[in-house]
């Protein structure tokens, strides 16, 4: 086997385990993005938001940006984020990692107007204050959607990746090219 192509080779027991991380954390990211509710069952902004539920939301939303930061810094500095596939699946978690980023203080600027919500006197400024929380609200909520998505992207240029694995068989992976066989010396002094 031709050692520049095995060296392309990401582990495929490394690449599995990758594809179960990014796809658990693809379905909390998407699960986040679910749960996390502001609107009421009519579709409104209630009249007082519970700022302790909705700065839960920001606090959820850190903690799965510090594991999509955790898993990409992980891969960035693992020897086969350099390689094609692997520099694929790493601008896939660089992406993720950014949009997870961003959701958290979006979250939590849902939280701080509903603080203020209470306290405005002018319908017009309630109304204007309530659709601030509903843009930063779903703008978060698309962060963490838009994260699960490359995360997405990712396990898929893995999926690729285990395919390529199909053309060499195990052995081939494991073993480094044997030096050729040396000649016996035929001449004669």
Known sequence: MNFDVQRELIPRNTTLHLLDTLNAMKTKLLAAAEQSQLLDETGHVPSAPS???????????????RDVLHLTSDFARSTYSTNRAGSAVLAHLATAAAMSTHAAPYFAETAESALALPRTSSETAREHLGNRMVIDHATARAYLRRAAESLRNASNELDAHLDFHRFFPASARQKTPAAPPTRPNTRRH
């Open 51 to 65: 700022y302790a539920d909705l700065l839960q939301h920001a606090v959820g939303a850190q903690a799965l940006s």
